[in-house]
Structure formats: C-alpha cells, structure tokens
C-alpha cells in the first residue's frame, strides 16, 4: 500500500481512477487533520460514469496503462481511515480484476474478476475499518486478454460513517490512574491490576486483583507498579502496568475499549536467570455484599450437556464456595451487577487441580500454574479479560415487544393457520393489536442466510411499516452446506456438528473462520438493500468451542488438538453488527439466543436475548 504512485488521499476516495492510473496526477499533500475533518462532515458525491469517447480514445489509454503495469506500478487509489467506515464500491470496468485491499485484513474485501466489455455492474462490498487502516482501491488489466487491455471507465466508493463511540456508550475518560466508561470504572491506583471496579458507584472488589507467585510456597511481594498510558482515544485506551519483586518481574497491557471490555496480556519473568515456582494464581477479592450468584460457561459441550441430572452453570453461591475445572468465563454478581472474568484458551496452563476456587469469603483464586520454571527466555505469558455488568443501560420498559411467529413472508394476507385473508384481519394485524412492535421472521429464508429473497417481502415490509412493526430476518452459525461460497475447510466449527431436516444438511459455523466476513456482508445488505429492521441471531453472540486449526482455532497439545473459544473474534463480529445496525443514523434491531452461555464481551451489542 505504500507505493510512489499511490496519492496519499484521506478518509474518502476522490474519483478518476482514468486519470490517476494513467499518471496524469501528482501525487499531493495528505490533508491536514483539521482539513480532513471538514471534508468528511461532506456526503462524497457520486460520480456518473462518462459516456461517449472514440475507440482510439480508449486505445490510447490502453496502452498507457499497459506501460505503467510493465514498470511494475499499479492504478492505484488509496484511503487512510481515522474511524470506523464502512465502504460501499462501484466500479464500471472492462476485462480487468478488481481489488479493495486493507492492511489489517489477510485478504482483500473485493477480489473479483470482470470480463466482458464495457459492463457496468456494480460491486458493493462491506468492509468496517478501523482506526490507522490503509486501503487500497485497484483496478489491473488482464494480463493477455489482446486488444481489451482497458482498465476502467470510473470508479468511486462511498464511505458512510459509523460512530467512533456509538450509543448508548460516551467516550472513555482517562485519569492520572483509571479509565472510566459509562457507569463503570477501572482504577490502578499504583497497583499492577486494579484495586477498584467501580459499578453504578459500587465497588465489586474488597481489595486489589492480585498476582500471587510463591515461590518455595512463599508469595512474593510486589512493589509500586508503574502506570503508563500508551494510547488514549474516545473508543479505546491502552495502558501498561510493571511491578518487581526481589525475584520476578510482572507487567500487563491492557486495552479498554468504550463498552468496559478489559483484555490483559500479564507477562512474568525472572529478574534474572531462572525462578522455580511453585504456584501461580490469579486472585480475585469480591465484594460480599454483591457477590451472590454465578454464572459460567458450561463445563460440557452442549451437545453432551444433560440439562436434567447435571450441575446447572448459574445459580446462587453455595455457602460453602465452589470449585471449577478450566472455563472459558465466570461471572460473579447479584441481580443488578457483576464482574466477568474470561479467556479463549487454557494453553499454557498447567493449575494442577481446580482452576477456580471460590471460597467462602468470596475470594476467587484462578490457578495459572502449578509447579514451574520460568526463564528469562521462556517466560509465562497469559491473555485474559475483565468485564464489568452492567454493559450499557437498559431500554426502557416495552420499547422491544417482540413476537416470534411462524407463517413466513404470507403474514400480512394470510391468517393465522395460513389461510388467505385481507390485510386488515391477517395475523400481521392480529399481532399489532397484541402489542407487537417487532418480529422475526424464522421460515422465510435459506438456512442461515441474512438475505430474504422472496419477492413478496416487500410487501410484508410495507404493510408492518403502517404498524410500525420492525421486522427481523432470523440468521445464526448454523448455514445451509450448499450455501455459495461455502468452504469445507476453513468455515466450519470444528468437530463438526450438523443439523439435518427438511431435507437440508446444516452446519455449525465458527466465528474466527471466513465465514465472519460473508455474515458480515449478508447482513449490511439485508440492512441497506432489504430495509429489514435487524436480526435474530441464533449463535453468533456466543464463543463457540473450536479445534479448526485452518481458521487459527485450537492447538496441538502432545497428539491431541484442544479447543479454544474465539471470544475476540466473536465480539468482533458483534461489534461491526452493531456498527452497521446503527450507520447512518439508523437503529435495527439484534435480538440474540444465547444458548446458556452468556459472554459479556459480545452480548454487550445485543439490543435484548434469549436464554
């Protein structure tokens, strides 16, 4: 992305790929940011592909960039992006690929191939892009085509944006020691992990999260730890914290994002040669006032789950405490606040015992290690998160009435058992004398699919609209294996779990694998093309157990794979939901089934869910 040819444009995409890839202009001076802020307060104009031209005209141009292309440059256009976009291409082309191209994606958002002449389709694609990333527009000929080697009538994208911050969330506030959010707030003071989690007033510790390395069974002591702000913007802060003892180093970077996600890498190191420790356990000291219930990830599978004779993952404390095996999340609070604790994987972890003990005095101690050496070299290193409840405030009493009928698209002239009636007595209308002022639709589309093809939807929507009832297509992980585009290897959750019936084989998708991006994409289009007025998400909001190691989930551990749960993938794929629900001033609606699994970190963009 970073070629000579390359103008250096900010945050929008001027038109004229015709003149910039036929090097006709200087590259110029990026804006300023001052400029660049005035310039995206402006909607980019759509430009009108020009018509007429002579062949030899076109010839010429040809040839042009046939010459650049043999130099080894390309017809280039580029994109800095300082918040979060969303890109909506257009480009009239004849016998050429065409890419759109990040720098933090692994592979290009459009990637696709024209080759008849002069067609003047457009290619919308959906990419949310985050603060810093570059993106490249390009356009090449097809090497060898013969005498339609011409690249380009136009190309122009329309960038739409999303909020930095959106609502209900305010910006992060940073202090000389925490980081605040809405109604929460995390404060260092001068220890390594906080001392305080401050919810709706309330602090959820009775003393600092501690690190607690023995070392010949004795538990070192730490100094003052250092607190240093590495990036501070409204939507996301990071920080480092460093703290000795006489024998080890301890240092954790933290990044919080706007919602009160916490995510810290904790390292520890000798401060010289090798340490033998004993045991390594993170402690967690609640509050007892407000520690009372629970809730964690299941221990099983789901599939293996037997929800009649096995221990319940939610529940009140037990008086005595509780001991857990390696889970993905717990979650301890009362009804109106709580404390998650998370992370996708236990590799790397060898507790020697229960991983959580919660004690009596509820104190919770999740052991990292048992006995182990560290060295300089090969010291431990441990991802994990912190989540404060609650995530954002609630929407007021009855603002969502929501119904989950069956009768497909036929709802708005058919009654209730499906038989043919006017608008006026259908069982459309029927729900909105009950109340309703959402629904999804559950048997109108292709397994899977956020889109809606049916050409009767229209009229639905324009008949719940006189209602003022939003109406949702009803999406989840699992797809439909005939779905285009389906890629056997690199899509699935892994083992495979299938569901089968009406005559259609469904599989169970993984959030960290590609099919994030067709999801994605599916989705905005059901938003901006459709108009429908959100999603039913059967499974996406929850982290699945995974060992696909071709999408980078799992790892080999001796002659087995275990599983990791992709929680920063799947609030990923929540996250950009969520932006593109709300782009362009918009609110649809994302209503999620959790399936007994309740993570904080992409719950936090459901508008309401489902136990």
């Known amino acids: 992305l970073h070629h000579p040819d390359i103008q250096p444009l900010t945050r929008r995409v ?4 015709r003149g910039l890839a036929a090097g006709l202009r200087r590259p110029r001076q990026a804006h300023t940011p001052r400029q660049s802020d005035r ?22 141009l040809a040839n042009r960039l046939t010459a650049i292309l043999s130099s080894g440059s390309r017809p280039t256009q580029v994109v800095h992006t300082t918040r979060p976009w969303v890109v909506h291409m257009r480009a009239d082309v004849d016998n050429a690929r065409l890419l759109a191209l990040s720098n933090r994606l692994t592979s290009p958002f459009l990637d696709t191939t024209v080759n008849t002449v002069f067609d003047e389709r457009s290619f919308d694609q959906v990419a949310l892009l985050n603060k810093g990333d570059n993106v490249a527009f390009t356009a090449e000929p097809i090497v060898g085509h013969g005498q339609y080697e011409f690249v380009g009538s136009y190309w122009t994208a329309q960038v739409d944006e999303v909020p930095t911050v959106p609502l209900p969330w305010t910006p992060l506030v940073v202090g ?14 001068e220890s390594l992990l906080p001392v305080a989690i401050m919810s709706g ?12 390395a023995k070392v010949s069974g004795v538990s070192q002591q730490w100094d003052t730890a250092t607190f240093l702000i590495t990036r501070s913007d409204p939507d996301v802060v990071e920080l480092t914290t460093t703290s000795n003892s006489p024998l080890l180093r301890a240092t954790c970077k933290f990044r919080i994002e706007f919602d009160g996600f916490l995510l810290c890498e904790l390292t520890l190191a000798p401060v010289s040669g090798a340490v033998n420790l004993s045991s390594l356990d993170l402690v967690v000291p609640f509050n007892q006032a407000y520690a009372k219930l629970f809730h964690n990830h299941p221990v099983k599978p789901l599939t293996q789950q037997n929800w009649i004779t096995d221990t319940m993952n939610c529940g009140a404390i037990p008086g005595n405490g509780m001991a857990l095996p390696f889970v993905n999340h717990i979650w301890i609070g009362d009804e109106k606040r709580g404390l998650q604790w998370f992370a996708e994987s236990d590799q790397g972890l060898s507790p020697n015992g229960p991983f959580v003990n919660l004690g009596s005095n509820k104190v919770m101690r999740l052991r990292l290690l048992g006995a182990k050496t ?27 009435r929501w119904a ?3 009768g497909g698209i036929g709802i708005w002239n058919h009654d209730y058992y499906g038989n043919p009636t006017s608008p006026e007595n259908s069982w459309l209308a029927q729900m909105h004398n009950m109340g309703v002022n959402c629904l999804n639709l559950w048997d109108a589309q292709t397994m899977g699919d956020p889109i809606i093809t049916d050409p009767d939807l229209p009229n639905l929507l324009n008949a719940a609209a006189g209602y003022g009832i939003s109406v949702l297509g009803s999406t989840g992980i699992w797809i439909d294996q005939n779905t285009a585009g389906f890629n056997t290897t690199t899509w699935p959750l892994k083992p495979d779990l299938t569901w089968v019936g009406d005559g259609i084989v469904a599989r169970a998708m993984c959030q960290k694998g590609p099919w994030q991006k067709w999801f994605l994409d599916r989705a905005e289009r059901s938003f901006t093309q459709l108009q429908m007025g959100g999603l039913y998400l059967d499974g996406p909001v929850v982290a699945q157990s995974c060992t696909n190691l ?8 001796g002659s087995t794979t275990k599983y990791t749960s992709p929680i920063l993938a799947t609030r990923e794929l929540m996250k950009q939901l969520y932006l593109l629900s709300r782009a362009n001033g ?6 999620a089934h959790t399936s007994s699994s309740i993570f904080l970190p992409s719950m936090s963009f459901a508008d309401a869910y489902l136990e």
Not at 374 to 400: C, E, N, Q
Not at 550 to 557: D, F, L
């Open 374 to 400: 560290i060295t300089s070299a090969a010291p431990f290193r441990y991802v994990f998160g912190l989540m404060a409840s609650p995530v954002k405030p609630m929407v007021p009493a009855d603002s969502i």
């Open 176 to 189: 000389d020691h925490y980081v605040s959010c809405w109604n929460r707030t995390y404060d260092f003071m």
């Open 39 to 60: 310039h995206n307060r402006r909607k980019l104009p759509t430009k009108n592909p020009e018509k007429g031209g002579t062949a030899a005209r076109k010839r010429g």
């Open 14 to 17: 001027a038109g004229g790929l």
């Open 404 to 406: 989950f009928p069956g």
């Open 201 to 212: 007033g309330v602090n959820l510790l009775s003393d600092s999260i501690a690190v607690d």
């Open 550 to 557: 071709a999408h980078g989930c799992g790892y080999v551990s």
């Open 586 to 591: 918009q609110q649809r609606l994302l209503l």
